[in-house]
């Protein structure tokens, strides 16, 4: 057995294609096939039901998949403190963020990144922010940034604030509400929402402040990302909260301040193990930085 063949199981595993994994590693597919063969002999077990439809996992296949994974990063996390040693930074460098992350300018952090560091494979993953959390605290990220409210416990990770501030009520240019200086939560509870889903990080800060203020509102609409969201409220479908930061970003609408809105603090967050090379030189950027005896 060796790293090679649980490369192409992985290939096949995440392509569900022969064909495709042997496209993704470079190879031709009768090579790929006679080392996962060789694999499955050496194993005594088979990895894949093939059939001329589909490829699937087998129990023992499910089974191997996360000891390969681990022992690939271990390989390459081998690799990168080797030459970490010797004064290069290499590896991977995976980062999480909300979609609508506004402490950091990430696209100018990661540009920055790459060019101190080109040895280095940046990969960005996008989601909320319980999913982020779980993902960091799996060793899956090396880190990302969050949108939570205040006093959100980020347990199992090493973390720290980075900005905060309120929502504001986003509208339509044609709204009503589009030409007051601003709101409070009592007369935006008449309205329709656009929201995240219910139940996440992102929805409860807005859901909490109405409950707070002993108010009910409706939730017509709920989307999985902020573009959907911007689109709904340009056609005039609802209303929107979304941090007063984030929504410089925004054109063609109007951002309404809220009195009484909700308070957002986005917090970066990274394993408590050490991290890798390539980790550490993330968080250790400038707009990045965390104190030095945790990075």
């Not at 894949?48 to 000891?67: K, N, W």
């Not at 992102?202 to 109405?210: C, L």
Request: proline letters at 5%.
């Amino acid at each position: 057995m060796d790293l090679q063949q649980m490369r192409y199981v992985l290939a096949v595993a995440e392509t569900a294609s022969f064909t495709r994994a042997a496209e993704q590693c470079h190879i031709v597919q009768s090579a790929l096939s006679h080392q996962v063969a060789r694999l499955e002999k050496e194993l005594g077990a088979r990895l894949f039901d093939r059939t001329s439809r589909r490829v699937r996992l087998t129990a023992a296949g499910e089974a191997f998949l996360p000891a390969a994974r681990q022992a690939l990063e271990a390989a390459e996390r081998a690799r990168a403190e080797v030459a970490a040693a010797t004064g290069e930074i290499r590896g991977r460098l995976t980062v999480g963020s909300i979609p609508t992350v506004a402490a950091v300018d990430l696209p100018a952090v990661l540009r920055d990144y790459r060019r101190r560091y080109p040895q280095v494979r940046i990969a960005l993953r996008a989601g909320s922010s319980e999913r982020l959390l779980e993902l960091v605290r799996d060793g899956v990220l090396d880190a990302a940034f969050l949108g939570v409210q205040p006093g959100f416990r980020t347990q199992g990770v090493r973390d720290r604030e980075l900005a905060q501030g309120r929502h504001v009520a986003v509208v339509a240019p044609g709204h009503p509400l589009a030409a007051a200086e601003e709101v409070d939560l009592r007369s935006l509870a008449q309205e329709v929402f656009v929201d995240f889903a219910d139940g996440s990080a992102a929805r409860a800060q807005s859901d909490r402040a109405f409950a707070a203020a002993g108010l009910r509102r409706e939730v017509a609409f709920e989307v999985s990302g902020v573009e959907l969201m911007v689109r709904m409220v340009r056609n005039g479908l609802g209303v929107a909260l979304l941090p007063a930061a984030f929504t410089a970003e925004l054109h063609g609408l109007r951002c309404v301040p809220i009195t009484d809105g909700p308070v957002r603090v986005e917090r970066l967050v990274w394993s408590r193990f050490t991290p890798s090379p390539a980790a550490s030189a993330f968080l250790a950027l400038p707009g990045v930085r965390v104190p030095s005896r945790t990075a």
